[in-house]
């Protein structure tokens, strides 16, 4: 037999430095894609044919079916909802804030929430809706 000079009895390993390389990668792009999602809460939003896309602020208030509030994805109490908005409302800052609320929240819930805000500042109110079907 021709010997070529290879050792035979030696066992082969594979090479886990090119997957690594990709889950590294991977988890670093989900890392960075998570910081720009926006909480999202699951409400049955109110539908109005007439409603317009605009630019999402920073400020989004949410009230549950259940009339829980929530301040961007954070369950927050009505008592400290003002004292939590008027530091989003800080000078030099925007005063946009996004209402959504669920069709089933009494409207006197909305409006007690939309005065809290424009009390701690908020000076634009967009109400959040679905496009009528």
Known sequence: M???GEHVDEKKTL???????????????????SIFAKPMLPLNLPEAATG?????????????ADGSVHLNGRPTASTELRA???????????KDLSLQSDQGVPFGRVVEVMDLAKLAGAENISVVTERKR
């Open 2 to 4: 021709i010997d070529f």
């Open 15 to 33: 090479d886990l430095t090119p997957m690594l390389d990709v889950v590294f990668l991977l988890l670093i792009f989900f890392m960075l894609t």
């Open 52 to 64: 317009q896309v605009e630019q999402e602020p920073e400020v989004a208030v949410a009230i549950r």
């Open 84 to 94: 939590a908005l008027e530091t989003l409302f800080a000078p030099g800052r925007s």
